[in-house]
């Protein structure tokens, strides 16, 4: 896909969560869908006033909220900020590790609870329809140990 979700593409991903296509609103989902991984209402709000967008602060805000309630984001605590931000919702069960340096997303394969999940439901008779794995760090390209655009697809050592 492209760098910039197309116009059709946007109002199309909109609609289908229930949203009016207005222009703020493509412009926050055409940010998250630029950097790809966590970005604070701050991050979107400074970069859209660098392009020139007369936006509020506020604004940026209520349209993430406003995503995350329409499961169109997701919201995640950075821990070393204390502040949240936001991703595009991935579809599926995902397991992630968390940048707190550049907010980079690197997707997990393997599900390493996929047994734990099984006994805990069998423990405590609840039917686990889910659940949701982050871990916080810092990646070897913002700790200097590695070369940008190395392949951040992590494989389990039960996977290799």
């Known amino acids: 896909m492209d760098d910039i979700i197309h116009n059709e593409a946007r109002e199309e991903c909109l609609h289908r969560c229930g949203l009016k296509s207005t ?68 579809m599926g069960h995902r397991h992630r590790l968390i940048c707190l340096k550049c907010r980079r997303i690197v997707e997990i394969d393997h599900c390493p609870l996929a047994g734990f999940e099984a006994e805990l439901a069998e423990k405590t008779q609840f039917d686990i329809v889910g659940h949701n794995l982050e871990w916080y760090g810092y990646c070897p390209e913002c700790r200097g140990l590695a070369p940008c655009g190395e392949d951040k697809t992590i494989k389990t050592a039960k996977e290799e």
């Open 23 to 90: 222009r703020t609103r493509k412009l926050v989902l055409d940010a998250l869908y630029r950097h790809g991984g966590v970005l604070t209402a701050e991050d979107i709000y400074q970069e859209l006033i660098g392009q020139g967008q007369g936006i509020n602060f506020s604004t940026v805000y209520r349209i993430l909220e406003m995503f995350t309630a329409k499961e169109l984001t997701e919201k995640h605590y950075l821990p070393d900020s204390r502040k949240y931000g936001f991703s595009l919702r991935a």
